[in-house]
């Protein structure tokens, strides 16, 4: 299971799912698309996205950003999809 994350400086850090349904809340407030029970769906699925691209238990702050991209891209959120995009680009 996904548990670590190494961010771009070196560091390791645990992973809170809660950080990532709170980074697809804001893109999608930002936008107005705003809906909680889809951000916390999403959340689990950038979790189990980014756990299958790292198969350790430590992913790349990318591997993350690149499943959060996945996922909000391929959902209803395509505005909010677009501000994380650009806002991490």
């Known amino acids: ?34 809906k909680l029970k889809e951000s916390i769906a999403l959340s689990s699925k950038v979790f189990d996205i980014a756990h299958f691209l790292s198969l350790s238990p430590v992913a790349e702050v990318e591997a993350i950003q690149n499943a959060m991209e996945k996922v909000l891209s391929e959902s209803l959120l395509q505005r909010a999809a677009k501000a994380y995009i650009l806002h991490t680009g």
């Open 1 to 34: 299971m996904l548990a670590h994350v190494e961010k771009r400086d070196g560091k390791i850090l645990e992973i809170y799912p809660l950080g990532i349904k709170a980074a697809i809340a804001k893109a999608a407030k930002i936008k107005g698309e705003f």
